[in-house]
Nanobody, 126 residues
Framework: QLQASGGGLAQPGASLTLSCVASGFTFENYAVGWFRQVPGKEREGVSCISGRGRTTYYADSMKDRFTISRDNAKNTAYLRMNALDPEDTAVYYC?????????????????????WGQGTLVTVSS
């Protein structure tokens, strides 16, 4: 089970940190992906991190502003978002694959993931 939180209303240029708390499995064995979705559009890959945190990927438009991390002792993954822009407004989801993937994670393919959190809404507006 995955529980995403931390979304809310933020002004342009502000920062938010999203959390994804996992339960029911050995968290450190699985990659975590963050995706976002705007109504009417496809789910977009934001970032991912491998199980032990050795590998991270970012979408090109976010790699200078977003930071993904994880604390396996707390079964939690994080997405720190800086310099937020109104175009970052979306529902953000965390996801985990069914299979272990070593030092790999998929940054752009939602179908690589099997389990999804419920999503947390981020609204960037002045």
């Amino acid at each position: 089970q995955l529980q995403a939180s931390g979304g809310g209303l933020a002004q342009p240029g502000a920062s938010l940190t999203l959390s994804c708390v996992a339960s029911g499995f050995t968290f450190e064995n699985y990659a975590v992906g963050w995706f976002r979705q705007v109504p009417g559009k496809e789910r977009e890959g934001v970032s991912c991190i491998s199980g032990r945190g050795r590998t991270t990927y970012y979408a090109d438009s976010m790699k200078d502003r977003f930071t993904i991390s994880r604390d396996n002792a707390k079964n939690t993954a994080y997405l720190r978002m800086n310099a937020l822009d109104p175009e970052d407004t979306a529902v953000y989801y965390c996801a985990v694959p069914k299979a272990r993937s070593g030092n790999y994670c998929s940054p752009r393919t939602p179908t690589w993931y099997d389990y999804w959190g419920q999503g947390t809404l981020v609204t960037v507006s002045s």
